[in-house]
């Protein structure tokens, strides 16, 4: 299994992240997100990022032309889709995560379906992912205080957190984040 800290805007909580045993990082590319970052304010030092560390863009109905565009600016592996995207809007250079809102799609061609909250930081009922055939990454509402829980009750490939470990919208608790890759790796 492995952990992933999304929402990242500053260099330094990348870092914080990398260090605290993130294998997957998260780049909000939403202008409409709390946790919104732009393409040329990362460009600079995304380098940083050690070469092993999935860098994930985070679009919601961006063309796949775009996508494409700002994957290869950043080196991105991975675009995570949470939009209305269907299969032919899928960017073809890079693997990609499928976001679904508590019910999933079990079978949506993708390499991963990511299943999260409702939004603003909520949990749902971990047991909709019993359906999902593809590997799963569960988001919404994960904290350190219950992602073991959530770890134990759906088996995911991997887990995803942003607010469940920041001081602010888009700033990262480097504690928090320490806290919850150690409870999610340890159940």
Not at 19 to 27: L, S, Y
Not at 100 to 124: C, H, K, N, V, W
Request: hydrophobic content about 45%.
């Amino acid at each position: 299994m492995f952990v992933k800290i999304c929402g990242i805007t500053n260099r330094d909580d990348a870092l914080d992240a990398v260090e605290a045993g993130a294998r997957a990082i998260g780049f909000v590319l939403y202008k409409a997100s709390p946790r919104a970052v732009a393409a040329a304010d990362v460009a600079p030092w995304i380098d940083q990022i050690p070469k092993d560390i999935w860098r994930v863009g985070v679009f919601v109905d961006e063309s796949p032309e775009i996508i494409e565009q700002i994957g290869a600016q950043l080196g991105l592996d991975i675009a995570q889709l949470h939009g209305a995207e269907t299969p032919d809007r899928h960017p073809r250079s890079l693997r990609v995560w499928k976001a679904f809102r508590s019910i999933p799609q079990p079978d949506y061609p993708a390499e991963a379906i990511l299943m999260d909250g409702p939004g603003s930081g909520r949990t749902f009922d971990w047991s909709v992912c019993g359906s999902v055939s593809k590997p799963l990454i569960l988001a919404g509402g994960l904290t350190p205080e219950n992602v073991a829980k959530a770890v134990a009750a759906t088996k995911p490939w991997g887990v995803d957190t942003a607010s469940g470990v920041e001081s602010s919208p888009g700033r990262k608790d480097r504690h928090r984040m320490k806290m919850f890759i150690k409870a999610a790796l340890r159940s």
